[in-house]
């Protein structure tokens, strides 16, 4: 046993355990004499340990009577406290950093009563005058009456330092070598980000943080630590850890689990907010940066599109999914667009499980079409999904297949959603659209309510769904301001109740049809809104109704809405969007007068 152990063990009261005592010894002195990756990795890894014993240290220098006391009990406390604060990663820690000083601050007698306490009380000013950014004795002895806290600055100064000899250590990856057999240090690497775990919230931190993330991976040896991925992911997730844009995104290249939570947070805030809208997912989405992030990664649209496509499976009939995967995916192919000549990558590539026949016609915008193709669009989109379905009821006739078939056609719906402006351009022309001319598009709207047989039985929904456009184009038909026919009204809204062993038709499906009438119908804007407002007081689609006015709006701006009088088409909308505000207004203060009587 070794000189200062014995007289350690002599001395020491009981309540300090000799064998830690020795053990933190050694490691002061381990951690001071170099700085290498191991020695880093290790300090980290010992820091919350080392804060247990500087808190127990810091008792036991509180109970003793004087400095003299203490520094006669443990002679080499002076020396242990001296080397910590030498050590970057110590005094990085905010937490070792106070009791660090509090320890230092116990010694410090503010009335020295021997040559100990004197000498003692020097060492002590020395030390923080060394570790302060400034020189002078003022500035130490106001430390010491602050607890014995340096300055911030020179925290940030160490930490700063030590950021930057991390990151020195990173080295060059083996892309950036010029001779093959030149050793590169991506094993340094693993080490470094093991490191990096205890600064992740510091912001002095970043560079390092992202020199580590957007290191690129050309080895084995190249690996991050998935203690720091973890943290990082935590960290950021809590808002205590700002990261420029590259470096988030990289952060989800390397770590599922916190690109996983990013688009759960903003499923989230659609499925939560009570609130939403059309609007409100708009932006939602422009503050998002997932949409950019796939456009540079497959690998992190892949797994986007993936938690759509299971999130849609759960959440068939909620609109707001729908039209946040849509609105998701349109963002997503502009920020795509200019990059794909640099990344060369095809739509199949991309949408891998989509029916590869509809990908171009489905996936091409309205507005990059000329509006007198739109209805042939839209009839040959029909017809392909149409034979699609007829597939799948065929090999629904032999048991062993049919779970393909129905993979198959959830794929091309997965898809009509993804790309439900189609949809809409189709709603749209079905309001200028004679018997003959609406089966298809009627058909094409139906099987985007209505995607699968299995318990909606679509040839009898299809049925429905031309029995609203009927009651629609009757009630538009005749111009004028005749009192809207009532019978013609209670069938539309009888049609939203469920029949015998067939589920209700889509409320949507009809919100889109009277909303579309009432916006783009010749009939006078007084009589549209007379009819949709009895049609929502009957029925009760207040939120439907605001949705659809809303989503035609935006489409609108968008340039995906066929009108030639733009401005005419806004306030129709405008007018419509006050009808129902008004609505809704008299029957809040008619229910609360119901109340108060």
Not at 175 to 203: F, K, M, Y
Not at 367 to 390: C, D, I, K, V, Y
Not at 454 to 471: F, T, Y
Not at 567 to 593: D, F
């Amino acid at each position: 046993m070794s000189q200062p152990l014995i007289q350690l063990q002599q001395m020491v009261e009981p309540a300090l355990n000799i064998q830690e005592m020795q053990f933190w010894l050694d490691k002061a002195v381990a951690w001071g004499q170099t700085d290498s990756l191991d020695t880093q990795k290790d300090t980290c890894l010992h820091l919350s340990r080392l804060r247990d014993f500087l808190q127990q240290l810091l008792i036991h220098i509180n109970n003793m009577s004087s400095t003299t006391e203490t520094m006669k009990r443990l002679p080499f406390l002076g020396q242990f406290l001296g080397r910590l604060c030498w050590i970057p990663y110590v005094t990085a820690d905010a937490t070792s950093r106070r009791l660090l000083f509090q320890c230092l601050w116990g010694l410090f007698s503010e009335h020295p009563g021997s040559a100990v306490e004197r000498k003692a009380n020097q060492w002590i000013r020395k030390v923080l005058r060394q570790l302060s950014t400034e020189e002078d004795d003022v500035a130490a002895q106001a430390l010491l009456k602050h607890m014995g806290v340096p300055p911030e600055e020179y925290h940030v100064k160490v930490l700063r330092k030590m950021v930057a000899l991390m990151q020195k250590n990173i080295g060059k990856s083996c892309s950036s070598l010029g001779d093959i057999n030149q050793r590169c240090s991506c094993d340094n690497i693993l080490a470094t980000s093991e490191a990096c775990v205890p600064l992740v919230t510091c912001p002095e931190a970043a560079p390092l943080i992202g020199a580590l993330l957007e290191q690129p991976v050309t080895c084995v040896r190249a690996a991050l630590s998935e203690d720091f991925l973890d943290a990082l992911s935590a960290a950021h997730s809590s808002q205590c850890l700002s990261l420029e844009e590259q470096a988030v995104v990289s952060l989800w290249c390397h770590n599922l689990s916190s690109l996983e939570e990013a688009v759960l947070s903003l499923l989230e805030c659609v499925l939560t907010n009570t609130g939403s809208t059309p609007q409100t997912i708009q932006e939602q989405l422009a503050k998002s940066l997932l949409p950019k992030a796939c456009a540079q990664h497959c690998s992190i649209f892949s797994v986007v599109n993936d938690m759509f496509r299971s999130i849609l499976k759960q959440a068939e009939g909620i609109e707001f999914v729908k039209y946040l995967i849509q609105t998701f995916t349109s963002r997503f192919l502009r920020e795509l667009s200019p990059l794909r000549h640099q990344m060369s990558v095809s739509l199949k590539a991309l949408f891998p499980q989509s029916p590869h026949s509809l990908l171009v016609p489905l996936l091409t915008p309205p507005s990059e079409m000329p509006q007198e193709a739109w209805r042939h669009h839209l009839n040959w989109l029909s017809g392909s999904l149409q034979r699609l379905t007829e597939e799948e009821e065929e090999r629904d006739r032999d048991s062993s297949s049919s779970t393909r078939g129905h993979r198959k056609v959830f794929e091309a719906w997965f898809l009509l959603v993804q790309c439900a402006q189609w949809v809409q351009v189709a709603v749209q022309l079905l309001v200028t659209s004679g018997p003959e001319e609406c089966t298809p598009l009627l058909w094409l709207l139906t099987f985007y309510h209505h995607p699968t047989n299995r318990g909606h039985h679509r040839a009898l929904q299809l049925v429905r769904a031309k029995e609203a456009w009927d009651h629609l184009h009757s009630l538009f038909l005749v111009l004028g301001c005749p009192p809207p026919p009532v019978d013609r009204l209670q069938s539309l809204v009888a049609l939203l109740s469920p029949q015998p062993e067939i589920p209700p038709l889509s409320p949507f499906l009809i919100v889109d049809l009277l909303v579309n009438f009432a916006v783009f119908s010749q009939q006078s804007l007084s009589a549209s809104t007379e009819i949709l407002q009895m049609v929502v007081d009957w029925s009760g689609l207040f939120d439907e109704t605001h949705h659809v006015l809303s989503s035609l709006e935006l489409r609108l701006n968008e340039g995906s809405c066929l009108s030639s009088h733009a401005n005419k088409v806004h306030l129709r909308i405008k007018a419509l969007h006050n009808t129902l505000k008004h609505g809704a207004l008299l029957r809040t203060k008619h229910s609360h007068s119901n109340t108060t009587h």
